[in-house]
């Protein structure tokens, strides 16, 4: 007998990654219209919860009104002689894949990001009530994670309560964040990897140092070596950080074959601080996105509750999907909010001298990690709206970035009869997908190419900033 033989849906590892259009939910919880959303686990008592125990607060599945966004919490809070507060962070990460076990149920993200949807089909098929999903939830975690020897689950959808409960959540999403603050790379025994997002992008595997915090913002440092302590045959795994090959760019002989091993040698290097070369992979759940802008040759930030479009003209979810499935693209990375904080963050690329626009809400976020003489030089979407605005403003507050523009050499083409040879000096770092690059520059070679042109003209388009 099945242990979901009461649940009217099915729930499997099939459901993952279905993805439900609007057009199609019978309900959203949280996502993008919503501003109070979140998803919290804490660590209690054994004798302040009850075993088994769902309580909504607020209105049911069935009585909510269809078709609409709604405000959402889910609390989860677990006990057992085995279950420390650092492993808070790696259960909660969970919720996203148990959800998405049940037929019809979409949850995307984490934290205070969360996005949730009910399709009509499976609320015709009876997944009416909370109760339904929380004693999914309940069963899966007590056979995935048997160290949990008591769960007690609260769903909210009253709007006040879910304002009061994502006030507190964010308290501890803070704390947690913030212990792992001051503790260097250098300084870690080990770091650790996460391979949860492999069921959306197969190659993604990410490697989790103090200073690197994981892409989705949710799992540190201290909870990926709390969960590879107690599960460390899971999806979260020590890594012997090995020989360090580059302490600049963060290059690891030990994150290299874990990154191999894991992705089943799709990747096998990684260049922990930097968002060219070799970046770190992008799965589809990271918190924001850097992104190159040519026309600068600066690097912009976005996040995923960023609504507007970018400095570039682009959404965040056009540019996500170019970054996504595991891969990594060269200019174009996924990071975590508190990565933003970290000092080694994109240092091999110039760190925050690089940075030359983000959204006005992240910079209020982080603005005490951003060094003051590059602060008010980092233009918003309140300053700029197009990319000739932004040249404007980067000249005017006297960016860092306008140094890079003037040490630019030209390129140089030569012709020969075994083809036509392009050398681009000097350039520490710029993005060419496919094409792979080597320091001091990169070289384009057309073999037994064909170029008739009447007029050939070959400039550094950065001159013209
Ligand atoms: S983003 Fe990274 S750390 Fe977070 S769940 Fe996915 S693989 Fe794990």
Redesign the pocket.
Known sequence: MSMFEDIPVSIGVIYEGERIRWKDIYVELGGPREKYKFELVKVRNEKDIEDGKIIIIGSDLKDLKPGQSYAFGILIEVAGKDVEAELEGVIE?RI?EYINYIEGVMHLN?RYDIHLRLNKKSFNKGLNSFNLIGKVLERLYKSEMPFIQKIQITFITNPSAVTTAFEEAIVTYETRDAKARGMKDEAADAFY??????S??PT???I?TPQRY??????SWFD?RAAARIDPKG??FKIDKGECLDSWKGEFAGANESLKEKTLGEVDRVWLYSAFGYPHTS?G??EGLAFYIPEVDGLGLVYRDFKGRTVNGLPFATMADSAAGGRQVDGFH?V?IEYLRSPKFLQVDGGWNRIVWMPSSIKERVKDYIPADVVNKISTEKDVETLDQLKEFLERQEHPIIERWQDEEEPVLTLSEEGAKLTVPQITSIPISGIPTATGGFTIILKNAKIIAKKLIIRSEKKKV
Do not use: V
């Open positions: 990460r996203h984490q990897g996460c391979t949860l997002c492999q959306f992008a993604h595997c990410c989790i994981s892409n989705c913002g949710a799992i990926g999806p979260l799965c759940c990271f996924g975590s």
